[in-house]
């Protein structure tokens, strides 16, 4: 922007100090926010906002694994709270709603493309318990994973 601005003189100046004065502002703004106590912070870094994207990679390629926000924040490099802090920003969704989500799409898809079994489904997303995996997709599209594939095939 600062390099873009063609005005001349005083207005170049006037705009060149406030584009100064609102990076130091921000900068500010981090420095007291990293001072707060570890896991207290509330500004996210880009590279802590890169981390959160590769944690939604991460969920998406290991779906069908046992997830938890520790070994995720370990996985990606940062600490638990920005995590899930970076979640609610970019995708406004907890990690486990988030991760919830995701199985819950990829359920639909494979009932809708596969002939697998619905037991084979709910292992193949990392869902063990049965009753849960029916509870679930029963929230998210009104009937259960036996009725959405039935009727899916009526369709067909």
């Known amino acids: ?36 106590e570890e896991g207290n912070a509330e500004i996210l870094t880009r590279y802590e906002l890169g ?10 390629e290991n779906i069908f694994k046992n997830l938890g926000v520790r070994g995720i924040s370990i996985e990606v490099g ?16 907890t990690v486990h709603e988030f991760i919830k989500r995701h199985r819950l799409q990829l359920v639909r898809d494979l009932l809708l493309n596969t002939d ?7 292992d193949r997303v990392g869902i063990n318990s049965r009753s849960y995996f029916s509870k679930v997709f029963k929230e998210k599209y009104g009937l259960t994973p036996k009725e959405f594939k039935k009727k899916a095939e009526l369709a067909k």
Do not use: H, P
């Open 116 to 122: 697998l079994q619905i037991n084979e489904i709910s």
């Open 51 to 60: 981390a959160v994207k590769d944690a939604a990679e991460f969920i998406e």
């Open 78 to 93: 940062i600490n638990q709270n920005k995590l899930q802090n970076g979640f609610k920003t970019l995708y406004g969704l």
């Open 1 to 36: 922007d600062m390099n873009s601005y063609k005005k001349e003189n005083f207005i170049r100046k006037l705009f060149l100090e406030a584009f100064t004065i609102q990076m130091l502002a921000e900068e500010i703004l981090q420095y007291e926010d990293a001072l707060r």
